[in-house]
């Protein structure tokens, strides 16, 4: 059996929030709330779901940016949830990260042959010259640059630019895993697709394994080989990308689904119905106080009283993954199928 490159196993990642006035102890706020997942090399793993859901959250647990409360990270089988600071080098060789915002992670007053160059030095011990210098034009290619961007600094690109020179500093050191966090989300729909299709041509070049986290659900699909769905700090639901997509078995990855505009008339119509399901303008409970059952209990149109009660278990779903969701085991028993036949049935009910 392989081995996946990356397991995260019962991650939690609890910290203290600020003081509330007038309250006697600085709340908890519990980011991340007992998930796991694995990546294997050569593919990605998807992690989508609104701002505050905890993505960001587990990208920093795994590049040792958060401290973790419980459970487990490991690297090809080795244990490193907390890595030691003589290991670390050697961490950051092995796991890079290319963020959202490509203006600020990059250093304005370096060109790109430092930018890009500094990780060879440091992780290769290659100083600059003719050898440094060949190994940067090599990735400026891999991300579709040409060495005219050698002595430009980052003011004087454009936002896809950057991010692909972020891409190459990521590449630089020959990571095994590539963190993309909210790394198309700042690019409008032309660059992200020329960014997207980057992304997939270094995997399929160099074998890299990514974990790219969005909020767009059909973006991460459109590069994802597995999706995880994350709503309040758990994973709500986890399956194969293109049939998580297609046959959602939880009402919250519909929902994300449903608030992602298309360009057909009568698709956009159905999503807008879909939409019109749920209760959209109700406040999602504070990871500072979250309720003993369901977290998405509050927005569901379907939520039953066992539903505020007690969490729901893993359920195996349809798509070959699993779903946390009481609709498929009480009331109308979905049993891991679709969730959208259910919606659109009780959609049409004058009581919902």
Same mark, same amino acid.
């Given at each position: 059996?392989t ?22 102890a600085?709340?908890?706020?519990k ?5 796991s ?12 779901g609104?701002?505050?859901s ?9 590049l ?11 690297? %090809?089988?080795?244990d490193?949830?907390?890595? *030691? ?8 060789k ?9 203006y600020?992670?990059?250093? /304005?007053?370096?060109?790109v ?5 500094? %990780? ?26 040409t ?12 936002? %896809? ?20 966090d ?11 697709? /020329? ?6 041509r270094? /995997? ?16 991460? *699909?459109h ?25 959602p ?6 929902m ?11 698709g956009?119509?159905?999503? *807008? ?19 003993? %059952? ?24 349809r ?33 919902v």
């Amino acid at each position: 059996m392989t081995v996946p490159f990356l397991e995260v196993e019962n991650l939690h990642v609890h910290f203290v929030g600020r003081q509330r006035l007038f309250a006697s102890a600085m709340p908890t706020i519990k980011a991340v709330n007992g998930i796991s997942f694995s990546i294997e090399r050569h593919r990605t793993f998807g992690l989508v779901g609104e701002s505050g859901s905890g993505k960001s959250t587990v990208a920093r647990a795994i590049l040792q940016l958060a401290d973790i409360t419980a459970g487990t990270i490991r690297l %090809g089988g080795v244990d490193v949830t907390n890595v *030691r600071a003589h290991e670390e080098l050697a961490f950051r060789k092995r796991v890079q990260a290319v963020l959202q915002d490509p203006y600020s992670s990059l250093n /304005q007053v370096h060109q790109v042959r430092t930018i890009v160059g500094d %990780g060879i030095t440091r992780h290769f011990g290659i100083r600059p010259g003719p050898e440094r210098e060949k190994r940067i034009l090599s990735l400026l290619d891999e991300v579709g640059l040409t060495d005219d961007f050698l002595d430009r600094y980052p003011y004087e690109m454009s936002g %896809g630019q950057r991010q692909r020179v972020s891409i190459a500093r990521a590449l630089a050191v020959a990571p095994e895993l590539i963190i993309a966090d909210e790394a198309t989300s700042a690019l409008d729909v032309s660059v992200q697709s /020329q960014v997207l299709n980057v992304m997939k041509r270094v /995997q399929a070049d160099t074998g890299v394994a990514f974990l790219f986290i969005g909020h767009d659900l059909d973006v991460v *699909r459109h590069v994802s080989d597995d999706i995880g769905v994350m709503y309040l700090g758990y994973l709500v639901e986890q399956g194969d990308a293109d049939g998580l997509h297609d046959s959602p078995a939880h009402p919250y990855t519909e929902m994300l689904i449903a608030s992602v505009p298309v360009p057909d008339p009568a698709g956009q119509a159905d999503r *807008r119905t879909l939409r019109r399901s749920f209760k959209r303008d109700s406040e999602p409970p504070s990871p500072a106080d979250l309720p003993i %059952g369901c977290p998405f209990a509050s927005r569901c149109p379907f939520a039953m009283d066992i539903c505020t009660e007690m969490m729901p278990t893993p359920t195996v779903a349809r798509h070959g993954g699993h779903v946390r969701c009481h609709l498929h085991t009480s009331g109308p028993i979905l049993a891991g199928e679709s969730v959208v036949p259910y919606i659109r049935s009780a959609s049409r009910s004058p009581s919902v």
